[in-house]
């Protein structure tokens, strides 16, 4: 993990992650009319159904391009403590997300 001293690495990992998610609901907010008998009638449901999970998509682009920005700017390496922290982040990001995304297939 001595890559992630270098703030350019993180703008990087920041990008191709968000890059993946943002994909994964905008082309995904196009296909709702194929899972729509799987939502319920609350808000959160009408928005998916109305196709505004690309919203959801570009906002996350819109936050990645702003949390890049300051990380590239930032001249000077993260210390131990700092890269510890990230480790932890990114360990909890990767366990929870995969949580959140194996639940559905389980019902």
Known sequence: MKSLKNPMTNAIYIALI???YAIIFIV??????KYDHFLSDS??????QNKNMKY???GMIGVAIII???S???RKKFDEYQIITLEKIML???SFLNIISLSPSLY
């Open 18 to 20: 968000t890059a993946i």
């Open 28 to 33: 995904s907010s196009e296909f709702v009319f």
């Open 43 to 48: 808000r959160w449901s009408l928005f998916i």
């Open 56 to 58: 959801v998509g570009l």
């Open 68 to 70: 890049d920005t300051f």
């Open 72 to 74: 590239a700017l930032r």
């Open 92 to 94: 909890f990001n990767g």
